[in-house]
């Protein structure tokens, strides 16, 4: 590898002084070192990654030597600072800096290797390694193992490769012996946001709001449900006839789903909502045109005052991104409970308690719901409480918690307008069975929510916040609501670019006395200004 400029001080050569890693490919945490996790860990080596390895020399490397110069690099870098990263956040790093590297010279996004000769040769390389020894192994190490390995087969079969075509097999090997597969450089892609397994031979992607194909395959069934089995394992659960429908989380936190046969009945079906690794504000989302800087400024205030604030949207709006946008907005030394189905916020602040359902076990027992959860998060004494997504009877409990001293309390609902998220919500606060004149139970609604956020996945693939709306109180038995900004639709497009507006309906806010009271009076008229 040529030679970079010293970075932090050291340059890269100085690994061969440090101490030796432990046996999960990891050095030992010492005295006074500070656990890191894997986010803080890629942004801070990210800059150094990238002036240190060029892709199109490095990509050229045998896969097993440019693993274990980069586990190596982590190391020192980590060490210097007294960091410290868990092995297996650690092997996870080495396989992204890894991938982007490959993907970038045009290598882990290619598996145009012959797909006929692979289960033959995977076959042969499993007689000839301990699988279980294999997953011990730091993914540089087994590289190298694998590739001398392979290339005794490929002789063997008289089959002759290129360096590329090599790497390839091997790169292919190594994801299906320790990460899911085909699936490996997809999920290294920060383009792509969801992945969708239909089968062995379709898969999706949702890049940019729009859904395509790629040419990423499996080679049967037998391999989806293999990859399958070691997601699910990894979560302590199991995918099989008995139990065919499982939701799980990656390590990274991307949120799974699998569906297998023979409730699926066209075979195996992995479906994967990324894990953002950049935590994204209202500013950022504002310069990418999903709402203007003034609903921007106002949702600020808002989340600020403590409002309790519901987003509205369809599957796949972008309603839990909101939400983590929203929640930049809390102060430091407020105690923030969140309750999520698959834990997927990236709240910032330092004082966060982070709840999780479960599903029942095998025989229909243990399934602790949303419910039970928001009735124990009241007793935990928080500040706010934050709800992944308002779908049944936990409804009740929420408002009540809004309207008993928890404001400012975030959470979502699937709904298409204001008005509707309304009205679902009056049937989930039914579920509970708790039967309520309809007149109190829309006064406790409008008593409890301040705010609906409504946005939307519009048919050019932005997403958009369409309206906000704030809930005035009650007229009659109606609940009064006062649209503050809207997003106009204008005729025609540009270039399959909705071409529209965000307009200031020019409405003052109800809560500009609330906005005052916390200082943010100035702020809140200089959001509402035309």
């Keep these: 590898m040529a030679a970079r400029p010293a970075v932090f001080g050291r340059r890269l050569s100085a690994v061969a002084s440090q101490p030796e890693p432990d046996a999960g490919g990891s050095l030992l945490p010492r005295i006074g070192q500070q656990r890191i996790g894997m986010d803080a860990a890629e942004a801070l080596l990210q800059p150094l990654v990238a002036l240190q390895f060029d892709p199109a020399k490095d990509g050229q490397r045998a896969r097993g030597d440019l693993a274990a110069t980069l586990e190596r690099l982590i190391d020192m870098q980590l060490a210097d600072r007294s960091l410290w990263i868990e092995p297996a956040h650690r092997r996870d790093l080495v396989s992204h800096f890894l991938n982007r590297i490959l993907t970038a010279h045009g290598v882990a996004g290619n598996t145009a290797f012959p797909a006929r000769m692979l289960p033959r040769i995977h076959a042969m390389v499993m007689t000839r390694i301990d699988g279980a020894a294999a ?40 994801d299906d012996m320790l990460g899911l597969g085909p699936l490996e450089p997809l999920l290294a892609d920060d383009s792509i946001n969801d992945i969708m397994v239909n089968g062995p031979d379709a898969i999706f992607v949702e890049r940019a709001g729009r859904l395509e194909r790629v040419a990423t395959r499996f080679r049967d069934n037998d391999h989806v449900m293999a990859i399958a089995a070691r997601i699910v394992a990894k979560v302590g659960r199991r995918i099989d006839e008995s139990s065919p429908l499982v939701d799980a989380r990656l390590l990274d936190g991307s949120r799974v789903n699998i569906i297998i046969p023979p409730l699926a009945i066209d075979g195996p079906t992995i479906s994967i909502r990324k894990f953002a690794r950049r935590a994204i504000d209202l500013d950022t989302m504002a310069r990418q045109g999903n709402l203007s800087m003034a ?64 599903p029942a076990n095998l025989e229909g027992r243990g399934e602790i719901g949303t419910r039970e959860l928001l009735q124990n998060a009241l007793r935990m004494r928080p500040d706010r409480i934050i709800l992944g997504e308002i779908r049944g009877s936990e409804a009740l409990d929420m408002l009540q918690a809004m309207n008993t001293g928890h404001d400012g309390s975030l959470g979502t609902i699937h709904a298409n307008r204001p008005r509707e998220a309304l009205t679902r919500l009056e049937n989930m606060v039914g579920m509970a069975g708790v039967h309520l004149p309809l007149l109190a139970l829309r006064t406790q609604i409008a008593a409890s929510v301040n705010l609906i956020v409504q946005i939307a996945r519009m048919r050019d693939g932005v997403r958009r916040i369409t309206s906000i709306t704030e809930i005035m109180g ?34 003052r806010p109800g809560f500009s006395a609330r906005a005052a009271y916390f200082g943010l009076g100035e702020a809140l008229a200089a959001a509402m200004a035309p």
């Design 135 to 174: 997953a011990r192994m730091n993914r540089g190490e087994l590289a190298r193992r694998l590739t001398a390995v392979v290339n005794d087969i490929l002789i063997e079969l008289g089959v002759q490769l290129n360096a590329e075509e090599s790497r390839r097999l091997v790169t292919t090997l190594l």
């Design 295 to 358: 609903m921007a400024g106002l949702l600020k205030v808002a989340a600020a005052a403590r409002l309790n604030i519901l987003v509205s949207g369809g599957t796949g709006s972008g309603k839990t991104t909101l939400l983590n946008a929203l929640s930049n907005n809390i102060s430091d030394d407020e105690r923030i409970v969140t309750i999520e189905d698959a834990a997927e916020l990236q709240l910032q602040q330092p004082h966060v308690v982070r709840l999780e359902t479960r």
């Design 474 to 507: 009650m007229e009659g038995d109606i609940i009064v609501l006062n649209e503050l900004f809207a997003f106009a639709v204008a005729d025609g497009d540009q270039g399959g670019h909705i071409n529209g507006v965000f307009r200031n309906l020019g409405l």
